[in-house]
């Protein structure tokens, strides 16, 4: 926190500075107007999730409201401000492990309350280029590596400094470096951390090759500071070099994803490893519904998964969130899809089936099914279900989840 509020305040300092040429224009009015032309919104997410999770004696029930508060300022010159807010609470029942408050009885719904500053950046805005630095939101491609975590109650956000260049309208170059991440678990540490720190590099470069053709490349050094009382790959043993490519087309009705990757240890890590990660993905438009297939492997080296800790993990194999960490013989994931709409209500359901990719282990099917409602603007209603069948016991264990949002933005 004191490191981002310096190095914010350091670069409100360049703002003033960049104004200056406008004294005597009045340039008191100009950084008024930053304010008064700004805006301000709410945004309030009540969940209920329920976890019926086989080794338990009782099932996890969690009712959540997430708060969030943000003021942005209006530009002036190319610089802008945000500042966000958010707080998370229990409305109700509480009998769930958020991981910090100690109902290890339950199963784990990762959503501990408590009150946090989530975004608060300076932000320069040019022709062809972007600046921010401060606590921010990092989406990278689509998440795999380095994301949000939105669909957890607290987000997880970054404090580092990014740019984003353009060159020639179909290069775009995305540079960050951050110094700690923070994670759905804070604000305050349990039994996971809710920070991770050190010194992490992400850099991606996407080539628009043809309108409906993009490859991308990309290089994330994920280099995390041990911390004490913690299990090996919570903090310790967690830092990978990863290098891949990734490509995204559209022919007539069908898109197609692929990528790949290769992973290997780094930083202070004790581990000596090198792992393989792939995609393939066909998504098929008609003319109501939309229908996906697709195969991702994160395999393993040396009996150690292919890593993404930073990744919005949830997005991926499976909504049961059984896969949060990459088995040591790896994990495939073979799913089909199908998404369409029943009047103004989208429906979207997943079949999975994970295997080892470095074994002959089964580990279980799941299918996911969600339904979102959005009543206006403003207001929407989501359901979603996860059911996790475990084709084995000794390593994964049967689990269901289901989930009620409403969520309204002003």
Known sequence: ?????????????????????????????????????????????????GVDEDGFADNAQASTLRSRLTLESAALNGFSALLQMDDVRTIGVDDYNSTVNGKTQYPIVADPVGTDL????????????????????????????VGGVAWRQNEQTFDGIRGEAEFWDSLNLDLSYVTQVNRIFGPNDGANPATFDGDNLF???????????????????????????????????????????????????????AALARQTDAGDSTLNYDANYYKLELELGLQAIRLNAGYEVLGAGDGVGFATPLATLHKFQGWADKFLSTP???????????????????????????????????????????????????????????????KNSNRFTDTTKGWLTLQLKL
């Open 203 to 257: 850099f991606r470069a996407d080539y628009q090759m043809a309108e409906k053709h993009k490859l991308a490349g990309y290089a994330y050094l994920i280099h995390i500071d041990p911390q004490a009382g913690y299990a090996p790959g919570k903090t310790v043993d967690n830092s990978s070099d990863s290098l891949g490519l990734e490509y995204v087309g559209q022919f007539d009705r069908l898109s197609v994803s």
């Open 118 to 145: 989530n975004q608060f950046w300076f932000k320069y805005s040019g022709n062809a280029f972007d600046g921010i630095l401060g606590r921010q939101r990092i989406l990278n491609g689509d998440q795999r590596f």
């Open 1 to 49: 926190m004191k490191n981002i509020v310096g190095a914010c305040s350091i670069l409100l300092i360049m703002l003033c500075s960049a104004t200056s040429t406008y004294a005597e224009q009045g340039w008191g009015d100009k950084l008024s107007s930053m304010v008064t032309d700004g805006k301000a919104s709410v945004d309030f997410r009540y969940r209920f999730e």
């Open 328 to 390: 040591g013989d790896g994990v495939k994931d073979a799913y089909l899809g199908i998404n369409g709409k029943a009047g103004p209500i989208k429906l979207g359901a997943v079949y999975h089936d994970f295997q080892a990719e470095a074994s002959s282990a089964d580990f279980g099917t799941e299918i996911d099914l969600v339904a979102t409602w959005p009543l206006n603007k403003q207001f929407s209603l989501q359901a979603k279900y996860a059911d996790f069948d475990s």
